[in-house]
């Protein structure tokens, strides 16, 4: 079973910065994809992110692009996502989220697609 725990987060103004961690246990991430999803109330989950553990390759969400960086740190098993120039519509809980195999490119932004996700971390950004 693998468990995925963020931390990070919190509330910051708006241009400010704040980075997310996720953390998994029980598997390693390997040659797998490594995601990150946000939520607002009265609103789909909406895809910021993703990374390849093989070779680092990235896509981002439109509306994050150039703002959000998403990176791994292989030694911890973890991957990251910085979030610079936040906005206030950034504001909702962040998830971080893994397949149970291999992901192909095209179903990178689906949520159908991930089988583990992590609890979620609230994502303040006031104007």
């Known amino acids: 079973q693998v468990h995925l725990v963020e931390s990070g987060g919190g509330w910051v103004q708006a241009g400010g910065s704040l980075r997310l961690s996720c953390a998994a246990s029980g598997r390693a991430f390997s040659s797998y994809v490594m995601a990150w999803f946000r939520q607002s109330p009265g609103k789909e989950r909406e895809f910021v992110a993703a990374?390849?553990?093989?070779?680092?390759?990235?896509l981002y969400g439109d509306s994050v692009q150039g703002r959000f960086n998403i990176f791994r740190e292989e030694d911890k098993n973890s991957g990251n996502l910085q979030m610079n120039s936040l906005k206030p519509e950034d504001t909702a809980v962040y998830y971080c989220?893994?397949?149970?195999?291999?992901?192909?490119?095209?179903?990178?932004?689906?949520?159908?697609?991930?089988?583990?996700w992590g609890q979620g971390r609230q994502v303040t950004v006031s104007s």
């Open positions: 990374i390849r553990w093989t070779d680092g390759s990235t």
């Open positions: 989220a893994a397949p149970r195999g291999i992901l192909l490119g095209s179903r990178w932004k689906s949520p159908a697609a991930y089988d583990y």
